[in-house]
């Protein structure tokens, strides 16, 4: 059956956009926009076109009547036409609204307005794209899929975590990630938003670490020409930049408390104005917050606000580093030796078996970041077909470990040479019973029983090493 073509209402004295729209659209044309909202009721279009390039009552009057046009119209995509002279009451009703301003207006213009809108708007509505998939029984891997990632896992705590995770994402929340550097952040907040219905919205990644403190905000909220010395022209900020998609802000914990304030405000009304202007503009994005450290300790010393802290803490999530999931090391080895050996252009037919072996003893300071170096170098030094150990670095095989903020990773990771399937680990025996806890997911009984003593003796030397 042949589809019906969307009606588009159109409020404009401009013939050739109607006629623009005609191959494609059904558009219906109206004189008076007093007759808009029962237009709107009645021929229900699936988005509607207001001209006001030609009004010239300094944009009040126009205002009051979009206020009562935006209202019935719910969630009806809604954008003006404007030229240079839009009236600044204008812009800023649009800025404050779900509207959307289009300047420069061709036929062209329009029509590519007409096909992104109503090819994306009803992703909205649709069903997310992400599959959960989660496996039957303690072995089997979780997995949430998005459009162009994954991330799977045998681990416990993170298996909860993605079952969490996938349900905030579908909701207009804010999120924390905390995890250590290389641990996955910011591959997981491109998850958030693919699996979310911001999916068709773009993705920003601000990294506040890497800004200057005195330009953050004009990265975030952007400025007016003049604001501040450099400023020799009006810069669109991140949160009008990013529309209605998601915005990941990086390093969290390096912003100053005027920028708190300001971003808990952003939080909590959506509201900020550029800098230097008076100007009171509305974010529409959905914000990822993270962060390598974890917040609590620096509202103790008095260096993050405390109600900024328990607004993000409500729906805070916690990257375990890769040493603390051993489990999913084989399926992240058998993940980048795939993409890198497509990427590289090698065939790789196997890896030998004691390379698991030595990527599981080894405690990844730099975690799935370095794990994924170290897989790129064995990848492009393998000739054969075969990955072996001798491909892996040599630190890594010298058991030499990189500068890491954990004090508890001290390992001396060299490969016993007479035991091919792995390494053997010289730790003490505070580093022995933490290693055992990771690696039975914290469960007291297991980890006794792994160690061969009783939950008693366990619980005395947790004690005695103040483990928690």
């Not at 915005?247 to 912003?255: H, K, M, P, R, S």
């Not at 980890?447 to 090493?465: E, F, P």
Request: glycine share 8%.
């Amino acid at each position: 059956p042949v589809m019906p073509q969307p009606t588009v209402l159109l409020h404009t004295p401009d013939a050739a956009l109607v006629e623009a729209l005609r191959d494609s659209h059904a558009p219906a044309l109206i004189d008076d926009l007093a007759g808009l909202p029962a237009s709107i009721g009645t021929l229900e279009p699936a988005a509607v076109v207001i001209d006001v390039r030609h009004d010239d009552g300094g944009g009040h009057g126009l205002v009051r009547m979009l206020e009562r046009v935006a209202d019935p119209a719910g969630d009806l995509p809604i954008v003006l036409l404007a030229d240079d002279s839009c009236p600044e009451t204008v812009e800023r009703f649009v800025a404050e609204s779900r509207l959307e301003l289009l300047r420069g207006v061709t036929a062209e213009s329009l029509l590519a307005w007409c096909e992104t809108t109503l090819v994306s708007a009803p992703a909205e509505e649709a069903e997310p794209a992400s599959q959960l998939r989660k496996g039957t029984g303690d072995e089997a891997r979780t997995v949430l899929e998005g459009i162009t990632r994954r991330f799977e896992t045998n681990t416990l705590k993170l298996k909860r975590m993605l079952s969490e995770l996938e349900v905030a994402a579908r909701h207009d929340v804010t999120i924390l990630l905390i995890g250590e550097t290389g641990s996955g952040k910011t591959y997981l907040s491109n998850l958030v938003h693919e699996v979310s219905p911001r999916r068709d919205e773009p993705f920003l990644h601000v990294a506040c670490g890497a800004l200057p403190r005195e330009l953050i905000e004009s990265e975030l909220f952007g400025h007016v020409k003049g604001a501040f010395t450099s400023a020799s022209d009006d810069k669109e900020g991140k949160f009008v930049a990013a529309r209605r998609g998601t915005i990941l802000l990086d390093e969290i914990d390096v912003l100053g408390p005027e920028q708190q304030v300001k971003l808990l405000r952003v939080i909590e009304t959506g509201e900020f104005e550029p800098v230097g202007s008076n100007r009171t503009l509305k974010n529409q994005a959905r914000l990822v917050v993270a962060s390598n450290l974890d917040l609590q300790p620096l509202v103790e010393q008095g260096k993050f606000r405390p109600d900024l802290y328990y607004r993000l803490n409500m729906l805070k999530f916690e990257i375990p580093p890769l040493r603390e999931r051993p489990e999913d090391v084989e399926p992240m080895l058998e993940k980048f030796v795939a993409e890198l050996a497509e990427k590289h252009g090698m065939a790789i037919d196997r890896v030998d078996d004691d390379v698991l072996g030595i990527l599981k003893a080894y405690p990844w300071p730099g975690n799935v970041r370095e794990l994924e170096n170290v897989v790129r170098r064995a990848v492009i030094y393998t000739t054969d077909g075969v990955l072996r150990s001798e491909h892996l670095p040599p630190h890594l095989l010298a058991g030499q470990v990189g500068p890491t903020n954990d004090p508890t990773v001290r390992l001396s990771a060299g490969r016993d040479t007479g035991n091919t399937l792995g390494s053997q680990v010289a730790l003490t025996e505070k580093e022995i019973i933490e290693q055992a806890l990771f690696q039975h997911e914290y469960s007291k009984t297991k980890t006794a029983k792994s160690l061969g003593i009783s939950r008693v003796t366990l619980y005395n030397k947790l004690k005695k090493y103040g483990i928690q």
